[in-house]
């Protein structure tokens, strides 16, 4: 969930051209998040996600979780879209897929109940018959070796 705010009574949810998922992308899959959240860079988050956005930006939990809705039915509607681009343009197949698999994960880990205790969601059939995607291997590059050295 991303959001934007001017000041701390202010808060909406930020636009879809804000967000990234950078996850779908085998440069940055396997990449922890930028910033730390509560001392941590993990893609989880906990409880103190609820906490966190009450105490910084004063939005009840109840309306947090009106957010959460309101982004699984964008889900819901962006989903078949990404499907349908994902067979138009076959190189993005895997980007697409990657992409559905992280929402799905996110949304699900935010509807728990540890968090929003939401229940579980109706994604639609852009979101059946997903498999875990292809494992990306980043490629590795050797910096600073000249061509004239030896290899072993």
């Given amino acids: 969930m991303a959001l934007r705010y001017t000041r701390h009574d202010d808060?909406?949810?930020?636009p879809?051209?804000?967000m990234?998922?950078?996850?779908?992308?085998a440069d940055y899959a396997k990449s922890p998040p930028a910033?730390?959240?509560?001392?941590?860079?993990?893609w989880h988050p906990s409880k103190s996600l609820q906490t966190f956005i009450t105490a910084t930006f004063g939005v009840p939990p109840r309306q947090q979780a009106d957010m959460v809705?309101?982004?699984?039915?964008v889900?819901?509607?962006?989903?078949?879209?990404?499907?349908?681009?994902?067979?138009?343009?076959p190189g993005f197949a895997d980007i697409g897929k990657r992409?559905?698999?992280a929402w799905q994960e996110g949304l699900e880990g935010l509807r728990d109940r540890r968090i929003y205790a939401l229940g579980g969601m109706a994604w639609g059939e852009a979101y059946d018959g997903l498999s875990n995607s292809t494992p990306v291997k980043a490629e590795r590059q050797i910096i600073g070796r000249p061509d004239l050295v030896e290899k072993h």
């Fill in 11 to 14: 808060v909406h949810l930020a």
């Fill in 16 to 18: 879809a051209f804000d």
């Fill in 20 to 25: 990234v998922t950078t996850a779908a992308y």
């Fill in 35 to 42: 910033i730390a959240f509560m001392g941590k860079k993990a």
């Fill in 69 to 73: 809705e309101q982004i699984d039915a």
């Fill in 75 to 89: 889900m819901a509607e962006v989903g078949p879209q990404v499907r349908m681009a994902m067979v138009e343009h």
């Fill in 99 to 101: 992409m559905l698999l």
